[in-house]
């Protein structure tokens, strides 16, 4: 009997040791990824399998993903590459469930991941890192120092994840209405009160109109350095805010229907746009203008303009979790995914027409002639120009702030 108990014990002891060692093994493996070469890591990559979960809600990244990522990596690689769609919030939800219970040996190598996201990833430690310094095309192609790659919606990046493509704000105009765009705020104001009736811009709800308020809030600060110092900073606006009101203030009576009312949605803004009814309209995508063009919705002269104060832009990243089983496979996958080929044909528009997480100016020459000759149509930007305005969001407390505030502080104030 007793050695029958000595054996259950020493069984028991044995499959908590061998539990312990199984938890600790995507750990241990990612510690020692950090003192690795990358030649070393690609090494171990190779012959894997990689899952990325990400939304799975848009047909181009999806072909884009299956029918030339995949077939790529596991060329170049050896790599599988697994797509799993599932909603950025279920992804959290599940690491966060997973952390809680210990579970070291996850199921996801890589998550597309950004702003709030983001934000509540890092702040729950869900996130494996630094690794991005890592990763050649990282080191090679992007511009390392623009903010909008240190920082992702306010949060400092610190690694932790990998830019993967980007869309910036442009304003839009019918060219033959509008010979010659403002290049400031203050030209825009002048314009506007020139051109009365024949400018408007979303609710302060609507994403695109916030963007609008924030640009306006850019320049009311001084920039948005002093936004992303201190994350969400009241004296910051205490100190600035009456720039930004006295501003909105001041359009207010020459805009659309004297701004006794606002479009409550971008796509009621476009709507009066493509009636004649304003003469400008805007959006978080620099190319987007050029399907509605093609549909017959806005008008063939349309054409976008950035000011010269910049124009925000929306950074998107990609993240590997604390429990990936496979961190070097992840490693490998991103690196790829920024890789000059994968990044110039998701920039072509035949998959997804995203602009790319590459910095323009650093690409060789054969990369700078092929992106050039690349038509993204007549109404978008050269990508130098769009690289050279780019401005980052800042922390996402900025932009409630604006909803809560804009309406006592100028449609009240009428």
């Known amino acids: 009997m007793k050695i029958r108990l000595f054996a259950i014990s020493l069984m028991i002891v044995l499959l908590i040791a061998a539990g312990c060692s199984n938890t600790n093994t995507s750990d241990t493996a990612g510690e020692e990824l950090k003192d690795k ?7 171990l990559a190779e012959g894997s399998k990689v899952r990325i979960f990400m939304w799975g809600g848009d047909e181009g990244i999806n ?9 790529n990596l596991k060329d170049a690689h050896n790599i599988e590459l697994e797509r799993v769609p599932m909603d950025t919030n279920e992804i959290l939800q599940k690491l966060s469930t997973e952390k809680r219970a210990n579970k070291d040996d996850g199921t996801i190598d890589i998550i597309w991941v950004n702003g709030e ?16 310094e890592k990763l050649p ?29 980007k869309v910036q704000f442009v304003f839009l105009y019918d060219e033959e209405k509008v010979q010659s765009p403002p290049a400031s705020l203050e030209e825009l104001k002048t314009w506007i009160k020139e051109n009365p009736g024949k400018f408007t811009y979303p609710d302060a709800n609507d994403f695109t109109g916030n963007a609008f308020l924030r640009h306006v809030l850019y320049d009311a600060v001084g920039g948005p350095e002093k936004l992303l110092e201190n994350g969400y900073d009241e004296e910051v606006l205490a100190e600035n805010q009456e720039g930004l009101w006295s ?14 009312t606002y479009p409550a949605t971008l796509t009621d803004l476009d709507r009066l746009y493509s009636q004649g009814e304003v003469w400008m309209t805007m959006g978080y995508n620099e190319a987007r203008a050029e399907s509605l063009i093609k549909d017959g919705i806005f008008p063939e002269s349309t054409k976008s303009f950035v ?11 990609l993240a590997i979790p604390f429990n990936s089983p496979n961190k070097a496979g992840a490693m490998v996958a991103i690196d790829f995914l920024m890789s000059l080929d994968a990044q110039l044909s998701k920039y072509e528009s035949t998959y997804w027409g995203e602009n790319m997480a590459l910095d323009p100016t650093k690409l060789p020459d054969e990369a700078k002639e092929k992106l050039n ?42």
């Open 117 to 132: 996201n983001f934000k509540n990833a890092k702040e729950f430690e869900l996130l494996y890192g630094p690794f991005s």
């Open 63 to 71: 072909r884009y993903m299956d029918e030339w990522v995949a077939p």
């Open 373 to 414: 000759e690349m038509d993204r149509g007549a109404s978008v930007l050269a990508p130098e120009q769009l690289s050279e305005s780019l401005l980052p969001e800042v922390d996402a407390e900025y932009v409630n702030w604006l909803k809560e505030h804009w309406v006592n502080e100028v449609v009240q104030k009428q």
């Open 307 to 317: 000011l010269d104060s910049g124009s925000i832009g929306n950074t998107h990243f």
């Open 247 to 260: 501003y909105l203030r001041e359009i207010q009576p020459s805009l659309w229907r004297n701004g006794e």
């Open 137 to 165: 095309n990282y080191q090679n192609y992007v511009d390392t120092e623009s903010l909008d790659v240190q920082y992702d919606f306010g949060t400092e990046v610190e690694g932790l994840e990998a830019p993967w493509g």
């Open 37 to 43: 070469e990358w030649g070393d890591i690609t090494e």
